[in-house]
């Protein structure tokens, strides 16, 4: 039986009578294609992949916010290029 991908489509090379594919076959296939690793690692490896995947959220987070100031910045430009000098610089602002 084909298996069923998480966007809905069916996969076409896993498509198999399910009368001539045995369950043992079937199941040393997929323990083939996984993609998780299953067997028990030592703590201090977990602690370093576990450290590593925190360094690399906190940079693709730092690249986030300076993704959206950098937009932030864009749109700002375009308004204050795009907009009536008279409601940025009132007559007499440099009075103030």
Do not use: C
Not at 27 to 37: G, I, T, Y
Request: cysteine-free.
């Amino acid at each position: 039986m084909g298996r069923v991908k998480s966007n809905g489509r069916v996969s076409q090379g896993t498509l198999r009578s399910p009368i001539l594919a045995s369950g043992r076959a079937e199941r040393e296939f997929w323990e083939d294609k996984q993609m998780v690793e299953i067997r028990i690692k030592p703590h201090l490896q977990q602690v370093a992949e576990a450290e590593r995947r925190e360094q690399q959220r906190r940079v693709y987070r730092r690249n986030q916010v300076f993704g959206l100031l950098m937009v932030a910045a864009v749109i700002l430009a375009w308004w204050l290029f795009h907009t009536n000098r008279a409601w940025i610089f009132p007559p007499g602002w440099w009075r103030l």
